[in-house]
Nanobody
Framework: QVQLVESGGGLVQAGGSLRLSCAVS????????MAWFRQAPGKEREVVAA????????YYTDSVKGRFTISRDNAKNTVYLQMNSLTPEDTAVYYC??????????????????WGQGTQVTVSA
């Protein structure tokens, strides 16, 4: 059974940085796209960034372009999200997700079938 475990969340001041990690067990991620989503209170879950299986192609939602970087280490079965220049609007629970085998780095929630439990990111003004 595949399991995704996020870590690295926390409380940070505006302008600060955090690095999220997502360790996957029970399945080798080599052939799967991966993504980070987030959900703020009272809002729908939205994609933050996605990466294809090789890491060559990425997708970012407009609000994080130039600030966040998604990467993956297939040898460690781990995906990362480096978040810089954080703002209070980035406050949310961040979720890691595993997509469909051999699929592209989709921004759609419905293209991801396995999810982590989430890690809270809180950015203070």
């Amino acid at each position: 059974q595949v399991q995704l475990v996020e870590s690295g969340g926390g409380l940070v001041q505006a302008g600060g940085s955090l690095r999220l990690s997502c360790a996957v067990s029970g399945r080798t991620i080599t052939t799967y796209p991966m993504a980070w989503f987030r959900q703020a209170p009272g809002k729908e879950r939205e994609v933050v960034a996605a990466i294809n299986r090789s890491g060559e192609h990425t997708y970012y939602t407009d609000s994080v372009k130039g600030r966040f970087t998604i990467s993956r280490d297939n040898a460690k079965n781990t995906v990362y999200l480096q978040m810089n220049s954080l703002t209070p609007e980035d406050t949310a629970v961040y979720y890691c997700a595993l997509g469909r085998a051999f699929y592209f780095a989709s921004p759609r929630t419905t293209d991801y079938g396995s999810w982590g439990q989430g890690t809270q990111v809180t950015v203070s003004a």
